[in-house]
């Protein structure tokens, strides 16, 4: 498959964009897609070390990925990210960037989210330890017309996956 | 042709870099190559707002070029960059990350480029109204092994851009 895309995932902290995203990106790499992640945190070191979790710096950070992912898509890549992306503006103006931007909405109640706290930033963010936490101190604009949506307390990862596979069938991306 | 590469070009400000990267560019590209072209001037608006010229965030902004670069030669296309990297050290960095990696210096005495002084920039860094600009009062560290030189005070730009093209046909980038 030569048509690149920007797979957008979005969602909570601890909703399950990480281990999806990454599920996806094998199933996709073992169909002969070429894939790229670009996951918060990598995005974070490489791009935006120094910026602050200010709604200003995580827009410029936001920004920054969909410039590297736009450049993967056009050339034939599927550029996959997985940051929290709270802010609906500003994932909008990459959806208006790029034409094959898809939307994937990783979503979960935040009692859920809390609950799993895998990587112990929610007790932190409670604990007033970490700032501008989105879901706790800071806010999360879901988005209103995602692509994909996954419901990742009410179905397996396996049936999230499975989601998104067969929408990029639907949508044509996929042979 | 699917094989990316990194074509690394560096050298003064005004020493030819934007012009001949664009038209061995276009060459590229009409050989059947995906070419994306990461600019000094792209970059610092894309991914390096609000960094300074000091030598700290020159190497931020030089890293960041790299890592973009690297993602999309690692994807089949030929990166090219055209900013000034003045500093060894992270140009041989990035050589070390990215094995197909092609350094291109772009060589002219300083007064040539500032005779030619295309955008005004050497008669403001001499008029104090610019700082850290390179070859005034900002080092410039030439390579050492470039893969590919030209001398763009003894040779025209089409002589340039044949030295790059045929030296990637030598190196087996082009057919």
Redesign the interface.
């Given at each position: 498959m030569e048509k690149g895309l920007i797979l957008w995932f979005t969602g909570l902290s601890g909703a399950g964009k990480t281990t999806i995203s990454r599920i996806v990106a094998e199933k996709l790499k073992s169909r002969g897609c070429?894939v790229?992640i670009l996951d918060g945190d990598i995005v974070r070191e490489?791009?935006s070390?120094g910026l602050t979790f200010s709604k200003e710096d995580r827009d410029?950070n936001v920004?920054?990925i969909g410039?590297?992912a736009h450049?993967?898509s056009r050339?034939?890549?599927v550029a996959i990210t997985a940051a929290i992306s709270p802010y609906k503006e500003i994932r909008n103006s990459i959806r208006e960037m790029d034409e094959n931007f898809i939307e994937v909405y990783i979503k979960a109640p935040l009692e859920v989210c809390e609950k799993r706290d895998v990587k112990g930033l929610y007790a932190k963010a409670r604990a007033g330890e970490i700032k501008q936490f989105t879901g706790i101190d800071d806010p999360y604009e879901a988005p209103d017309n995602p692509e994909i949506t996954c419901n990742t307390d009410q179905e397996t990862i396996e049936e999230s996956v499975g989601k998104i596979i067969s929408s990029l069938e639907k949508l044509g991306y996929l042979a």
């Open positions: 070429k790229e490489n791009l070390k410029i920004k920054r410039f590297v450049l993967l050339n034939g890549v």
